[in-house]
């Protein structure tokens, strides 16, 4: 885990003093809400639907037990005694008050957190595999290249009035589980010639315009990395279209430009900024990766775990909520948030301590926050997964459907958000709760659905193997579906089912699709997307509005 | 022929807090919609809005919301502002917990 040294710790202190300051110049009114309102988003605050919600960065998705622990405080001092895990690995706060926030901020300090750029047109949270450090897929632990970005990102002069946001994403894997295609900026690390690199993927995103990322660079040396990423910004600074909100993001200008055309920009501008960084940046790399040291792994008690499997309710877990550790003896556990008819992403603050008590003592007091809006204890001692699960259940939180149906991502949806157009949360809660009472998740297997309540797509929707979109239709909400969306290094956007479903229409019309699914499939073997892959959208289409005929005479 | 006008509100945030808030007669901030003055008319409805914006020390972001006539005061006329004016429907964290009749 990075540690802040003297130099982070002193200018998060400035800046909260800062913030302070005018936060108190607000109440006063001698700032305007005009003036104010940069400031704040600065500092990841935003007015919300029913209240302020401060948005604090999880860097790539990392924390331990004591930073977890101070959100847990936050949300009981503070909050309503819970937060919200996000699609960007971050925690949202939904009810600070404003006179509040400065002190929150201080607290966050303490354990080396804080909420800068998690607004504006800046480059924001890196976001990264969930399983770093921990994959037996990895090639690199892709943590200390998202630290070496953040330290570069924060507050550099020249990024903070980007045209519009900045996402960048790593991944140590060739399995891409950090969503690196729908991302401004993706890195994937790849080998060549037997030295560690980057295939760069450029102008990818989600929102009103979703297009999967363009490689832009094969392979990148990692001596490179700082350098070839100014480029790309210096080049997007320069194209990227300030007289369109809409049209601002990277993946526009890559579209409009034509990728060879930015490719051949960045390749100039690269030579320039190669010069300007003499020596590189493998010394900072270095520094970086010696806080990022592999835990101290111990061997042996596997067999315990083929014991404990024994029991049915430990095995559901295990069969879904385990996956493969670079360390045969250990085993990554993630735990989900999605509890079922539980608002996806949520943690009370008890729940966060528990987590945090896990970390420390059955997981070298390591915490991941998945994109996927769960938690991941990454190092879990076969021998100590029994325990675990025991104290997961306890806490309420053991329930074995990660990578099932009712493992939903949502987002908040016009429950919290002031850009919502409809709500995500019900239609998550309800939909998990018709799944489980028709026991029938362990048999769909597999599948992702995800939920946007507008075009903004924080739900990742354009990417759900099955998605939601919800939008106001003439002051009613109503609820789009796309089918065959793909996160991974497959990346391929949705395709639109057909007309919209009514609020109390769209968790019916999701139970036709996986029972149609059920129908079509050729054998339990068979996922969702593969058995989508092999027939289209036609059998899904019947389910959905009713077999061609009674359609074309309706 | 101009298109009837719908009847409004003023609503706002309040700064401190960030409640949905709603301009009485009185100049007032209530929190409940069914206290807030309906603007029938649409100059009037103009110039509440201006002067509400005027109160930046108490509130942020004012603007006029549709509305219609109850038997307990305003009601909402969209979803959103039907949303605003309870809280979310997750938890019973906004102002459901205040109007259990509702």
């Known amino acids: 885990m990075y540690r802040y040294d003297d130099f982070d710790s002193a200018f998060l202190a400035a800046r909260n003093a800062q913030f302070r300051a005018q936060v108190t110049r607000r109440i006063d009114g001698s700032l305007t809400e005009d003036e104010f309102k940069p400031l704040r988003l600065m500092n990841g605050l935003y007015l919300q639907l029913h209240a302020y919600m401060l948005r604090v960065a999880i860097p790539y998705g990392s924390i331990d037990g004591v930073k977890m622990r101070k959100l847990a405080e936050i949300a009981e001092r503070w909050d309503k005694g819970y937060g919200h895990f996000t699609t960007r690995q971050n925690i949202q706060f939904n009810w600070p008050k404003l006179q509040d926030v400065p002190d929150i901020l201080d607290a966050l300090a303490e354990v080396g957190m804080h909420a800068i750029q998690t607004s504006g047109n800046t480059i924001r949270n890196v976001t990264s595999d969930h399983f770093a450090g921990a994959a037996a897929d990895e090639i690199a632990d892709p943590r200390p290249y998202a630290e070496l970005i953040r330290q570069w990102s924060t507050d550099h002069p020249e990024f903070q009035f980007l045209p519009r946001k900045f996402k960048v994403a790593v991944t140590g894997s060739p399995n891409d589980r950090a969503v690196t295609r729908a991302h401004d900026i993706g890195l994937r690390m790849i080998e060549r010639d037997g030295q560690p690199g980057f295939e760069v993927i450029v102008g990818g995103g989600l929102g009103r315009t979703p297009l999967i990322g363009k490689v832009i660079r094969d392979f990148l040396p990692e001596a490179e990395l700082l350098p070839y990423l100014e480029a790309v910004l210096h080049v997007y600074n320069r194209w990227g279209r300030r007289d369109n909100k809409y049209k601002a993001r990277i993946k526009v200008t890559v579209h409009e430009a034509g990728l060879d055309t930015i490719r051949a920009e960045v390749e100039e501008t690269f030579r320039r900024t190669r010069i300007e960084w003499p020596n590189g940046h493998a010394a900072a790399l270095e520094q970086i990766r010696e806080r990022f040291r592999t835990p101290d792994f111990v061997a042996g008690g596997a067999e315990a775990f083929e014991v404990a499997k024994a029991d049915p309710v430990f095995r559901a877990w295990a069969d879904t909520n385990l996956a493969e550790h670079r360390h045969p003896d250990y085993a990554i556990v993630t735990v989900s948030l999605k509890a079922h008819g539980a608002t996806p992403g949520d943690a009370t603050a008890d729940q966060m301590r528990v987590l945090a008590d896990l970390a420390e003592r059955y997981g070298h007091d390591e915490l991941r926050i998945s994109h996927q809006q769960n938690v991941i204890l990454p190092h879990v001692r076969k021998a100590d997964l029994a325990i675990v699960h025991a104290m997961l259940l306890k806490a309420g939180l053991g329930t074995a459907n990660v990578g099932l149906a009712s493992d939903i991502i949502a987002c908040p949806g016009m429950d919290y958000c002031a850009l919502a157009t409809a709500r995500s949360i019900p239609v998550a809660t309800e939909l998990a709760k018709r799944i489980d009472a028709l026991r029938i998740e362990h048999e769909v297997g597999p599948v992702q659905i995800k939920i946007s309540g507008c075009i903004n797509a924080c739900g990742h929707h354009h990417v759900g193997h099955i998605g939601i979109l919800g939008l106001d239709r003439a002051g009613v909400e109503n609820y789009q579906i796309t089918l065959g969306g793909d996160a991974t290094e497959t990346a391929a956007i949705g395709e639109r089912a057909g007309p919209g479903f009514a609020y109390d229409e769209i968790v019916p019309a999701i139970e036709r699709l996986l029972l149609a699914y059920l129908e079509e499939r050729e054998g339990p073997t068979e996922t969702f997307l593969q058995t989508y892959a092999r027939v289209g959208l036609a059998p899904f289409k019947a389910a959905l509005y009713g077999p061609e005929k009674q359609r074309d005479a309706a | ?102």
Do not use: C
């Not at chain 2, 706002?12 to 100049?27: C, F, H, P, R």
């Not at chain 2, 509440?48 to 009601?75: F, M, N, T």
């Open chain 2, 1 to 102: 022929m101009p298109r009837p006008f719908t009847p409004k509100v003023v609503t706002a945030n309040a700064l401190l807090e960030g409640d949905v808030v709603y301009l009485t007669e009185d100049n007032r901030w209530s929190r409940r919609l069914g206290e807030a003055e309906l603007l029938e008319d649409e100059a009037h409805a103009d110039l509440r809005l201006i002067e509400a914006s005027r109160l930046q020390g108490k509130i942020v972001g004012a603007y006029l919301a549709d509305a219609r006539r109850g038997p307990d005061g305003p009601e909402p006329v969209h979803f959103r502002e039907t949303f605003r004016s309870r809280g979310p429907s997750n938890y019973p964290h906004g102002k459901q917990v205040d109007l259990p009749h509702r």
